[in-house]
């Protein structure tokens, strides 16, 4: 017994004069520190984007401590005013707190003092929001996520006014209110807090900040470790569909940066939500780096939370703005404040990569801690390189096994494919295994809808997601990839989908004028299997890139195939004859076919079904060339059914029917020409293939040819077996032989 017990009496020693150490440190420690702040107060009036920004934020607190404190009692959802204004209060209360500190103007500390006694007052008997709807309701706000930022930026706050306060003022605060409310997102909320999910790694990140900035060492095992034992029986399901606990299933920040956290520094989500996510994670790591650089939480997992900031920032189109996978809303990019911070951050903690001072400078903004000045300094001396986006493959899944997103692009980000192998994503995945997105710059050729959510939009669903995300926007006929039988990957089981994933086939982009992607997926559909390949391919017989898309389909028996291509613009022609309804019908009554109003409705061409289309934004001209046959269907689809509320955007899609057991879907899209609405000039509208074929289809080999209107033709073989870089293959085409080395031949 006595040797059982040493251990624990030198856990118990360890842990206290740790305590002791922390609460021995100097305020403020957490992203400001003392050193941090001199240099910043010696480098005052010299660095001009520095400069700007505290100027700017002074402006907007100095209006905010003229108007006085506004605290209502909690009762909107998201957009709702009392919802916005507490979410206002924490980043007011943490502005207010660095000028304090660069500053030094008592002002600014009595502002955060007033508002933080304020709050101590208020959540000491405050209940539940009243608003019901989620799994895990918070205090101030519907649910305990946002109640975890409020703690998160609250306790940059209270750090950097730590030593204006007085002790009883601070053991009021802890005692009445940081506590408590650590205690109450985690403790009193362990299906929110012990989680691997966005939401918990924001939970966690809050407990372990306050327990920082008061030197409490439960708290920051709680935060690092989660809660041991939370009672919570196995199942259970949150607001978007996700399980709350699963068997072996790990907890705390660590295991949120190691399971969503590819090794290249992919998030599961998506970017959307690695973007939301990346705040906490960087935050909390740069604490731990100021308060306790021993536990070393912003190298965790070979660095990979720098990793993470290349990543996102490649995750993006021309424009900087974010590729919409899974619950991603369109637009959010690379100027959201968290992304100032994640490159911030990453440049001053990392290698100094000059090219991260390209996008501060577009970002136009910097942190007002040493980290956000080491940018501007940077940039002020010129150092800045720009940030060129390249193609890349990156994997997902804790090891990097569970498929991955592979990007490719041509010229400057000309074209760009965005296709999509991974796993699920957790809750806020769709099911669409190999999906795909085509972007021309930053617009978007081919796209994927998104979610559906108006984000702090109130008038629609409190700003949530509204039922439509669940019944649309997840859907496999939602998205630009193959549906069976009128039916979902996985038959929409969040549970089976979760321990699938696809496969990459092979990946190679070392040749910039065919670059290609390949990846298979076997479960999806029992009895089916789906080989996708994608190259984007620059050939002197064309004006521009283009997009091939070779879909192998194999199965058991005999099925209905659709596959969609949800364009963005106006068509303009269509080499097939179709129908048009005088009323407007549902495609189908589940699985989304009830949100598809059919438009049109054809026989495909017997040999190339082509159909062009003006692009919204770009105005430039596209056509997909389809090899089809007589018994192929074409149906002319827009988004809009059964949706009174108009959740929904009417956007159009293209989709190709057929009925087959085995079969290989061959297609083309061919960016060309361009219109000038201000010349009015039309050039280049008609397509550059005059026949796609479908020469050689395989167990072992598919082969391509396209011939363009010059009478120029090229050959794309595939090899469907061995995709071993240094593997031979010879086949015969057309009478002729040809042989190579490598997955796939081009000529």
Known sequence: MAIKKIPALFLMITTLVTSLAINAQEHPNLILTKAGVEKIRANLGK???????LQKVKAEVDAEIASGIHMPIPKDFSGGYTHSRHKKNFFLAQKSGVLYQILQDDKYAIYVRDMLLQYEGMYKTLPKHPQERSYA???????????SNWLVFMSQAYDTVYHFLTESERNTLENNLFRPFAD????????FYNRVHNHSTWGNAAVGMIGLAMGDQELIDRALHGIEDDGLPLGGFDNDGGIIKVEGQRKGFFANLEEPFSPDGYYTEGPYYQRYAMYPFLI??????????????????DNVLLKGVDAVLN????????FPLNDGQKGMSYFTASLVTAVNIAYHYGEQNPKLLSIAEKQGQVLLDQSGLDVAIGIRDGKAKPFTKKSLNVTDGIDGKQGGLGVLRYGNEDLTLVYKYTAQGLSHGHYDKLSFSLYDKADEIIQDYGMVRFVNIGQKGGGNYLPENQSWAKSTIAHNTLSQNGEMHFGGDYTTASTEHSNLYFYDDSNANVQVVSATEVNAYPGTKMHRTMAVIKDENFEKAFLLDILKVKSDSKNEYDLPFYYMGQMISANFDYQSPKSLNALGDKNGYQYLYLEGKGKAASANTKFSWLGTDSSNYYTLTSATSAADEVLLTRIGANDPDFNLRRDAGFMLRRNAKDTTFVSVIEPHGSYNP????SLNSNSSIANLTLVSDSDDYTAITITDVKGGEQLFILANKNSASSAKHSLKVNGKFYTWVGPYYYQ
């Not at 660095?47 to 920004?53: E, M, Q």
């Not at 109450?184 to 299906?191: G, K, T, V």
């Not at 201000?678 to 000039?681: D, G, H, N």
């Open 678 to 681: 201000v010349s009015e000039a």
């Open 137 to 147: 309701r918070g205090k101030l706000f519907w649910q305990c996520l946002n109640d």
């Open 47 to 53: 660095t001009p984007l520095f400069d700007a920004t």
């Open 315 to 322: 995750l993006s189109d021309s424009d900087g703005q974010f």
């Open 284 to 301: 909390f790591a740069l604490g731990m780096e100021n308060a306790r650089p021993d536990l070393k939480v912003l190298q965790h997992k």
């Open 184 to 191: 109450y997102i985690s403790l009193e909320n362990p299906a």
